[in-house]
């Protein structure tokens, strides 16, 4: 699924024609260059040869049927939860896993083998890596590995300069008392694909990156913080700054991974499929999608305002807003030239803070319908999210096959 990409180069050689005689006065010296090559001289293949990417011993076959998974916690991976997951994917038609790597507060689940400093500062001994892929390979779970990229608490308040700081220099949080790093820092992205470097060793299959982006809302306090713009000083309008540096950390990592042979993710706000781009948050879909080799919406019915997509109530109507969501999506991805796989991540819990009237239960017939509308637009691949860990028993989740 690795995507081909050019090495561009201009090559020119200057060539100094000195006089016979030895006399190298300023006004004998000739200089010419030559044009050799205007076009890429080097094309990497699809695939990087296996003899040039990082092996790392484990041995997980990306799943025939296309990736059905469920999100794992730091602390299910690492604790008696655990045996119950591995029990429902191998009872199941679930095959994978998208495991807690860096979680939402910016900790490291488990010692990553690092030689970064604040990488080794922020890890954890919650989860033994060598037990947990030792775990999925013997019970063929496809291992994901969830990276949170911007949201991070820990790098934020250990280093006030990679984040957003009011005038006092402390460092601003949300609502909920979180803490972001700022997407135009080079050093925050370098941090993150360290991590996913990592991993890719450890033995994850797939690095997913989550909450690659700007905090929402950011474009109501932009002028308000102090942070760095970095490369992207002066450059366009404030939207497509952001946009742009969103863009261009997804496109290095891509990069940058290539080499240890995992495939690539990212986790967006389904809305911005719907828009030209997410203009406070810096996500442009089809930027994105362009650099990816799957793209996770998070199209949870529950995430949707009242009337989206003319539906009263979403979170009532499972299978209609999945259905008109993939409307939007096919067309957009439709217009790509190599378009990423398609993998949304769907709601297994109930909203119950939406309020009375405003939700439903949700159980195995609204997993499942959310199921069958992916399905009905040709869509076979699924990721799972309750916070808890707590999944819908008596799920079927090849419904209509």
């Known amino acids: 699924m690795m995507k081909k990409f050019l090495i561009s180069t201009a090559v020119l050689i200057t060539m100094f024609c000195l006089p016979t005689d030895g006399a190298y006065a300023e006004e004998n010296l000739e200089t010419k260059l030559l044009k050799i ?176 982006r700007f905090p929402e809302g950011f474009e109501n306090r932009a002028d308000e913080l102090n942070y760095t713009h970095g490369d992207y000083e002066g450059e366009e309008d404030d939207v497509q700054q952001r946009v742009n540096a969103v863009t261009d950390f997804v496109a290095h990592a891509y990069q940058e991974l290539k080499p240890y042979g995992v495939d690539v993710s990212v986790d967006i706000f389904g809305y911005s499929a719907t828009l030209p781009e997410a203009p406070g948050i810096g996500q442009n879909f089809t930027k994105i999608s362009e650099n990816v080799d799957v793209i996770s919406s998070m199209i949870y019915p529950s995430h949707w305002g009242n009337g989206y997509f003319n539906i009263a109530k979403p979170d009532l109507e499972p299978y209609q807003v999945i259905d008109e969501y993939m409307k939007v999506e096919k067309e957009v991805l439709g217009k790509m030239e190599d378009p990423p796989t398609s993998r949304p991540w769907l709601q297994d819990f109930t909203a119950s803070y939406l309020g009375s009237g405003n939700y439903k239960n949700y159980g195995a017939e609204e997993v499942e319908a959310q199921i069958r509308a992916l399905a009905d637009h040709g869509v076979n691949e699924f990721l799972l999210w309750d916070a808890g860990n707590t999944y819908t028993e008596g799920v079927d989740y090849t419904p209509g096959d």
């Open 37 to 212: 090559n205007e076009e890429p001289i080097l094309k990497v293949p699809e695939e990087i040869p296996e003899q040039f990417t990082y092996d790392s011993g484990v041995e997980i076959p990306y799943p025939e049927e296309g990736v059905k998974g469920i999100y794992v916690t730091g602390h299910s991976a690492g604790g008696a939860r655990m045996d119950k997951l591995v029990d429902l994917v191998n009872d199941t038609e679930l095959n994978a896993m998208v495991i807690d790597v860096k979680d939402d507060f910016g900790d490291m689940m488990l010692d990553l083998q690092s030689e970064n400093e604040l990488v080794q500062k922020f890890s954890k001994d919650i989860v033994d890596g060598e037990s947990l892929m030792k775990t999925v390979e013997e019970n063929g779970i496809y291992p994901i590995a969830r990276i949170v990229v911007f949201k991070d608490s820990r790098l934020a308040q250990e280093r006030p300069d990679l984040s957003f700081t009011h005038e006092d220099g402390s460092v601003w949080e949300n609502g909920r008392g979180e803490n972001f790093v700022n997407p135009f820092s080079k050093d925050v992205w370098n941090y993150n694909i360290e991590i996913a470097k990592q991993a890719a060793k450890m033995g994850f299959k797939e690095i997913q990156f989550d909450y690659v």
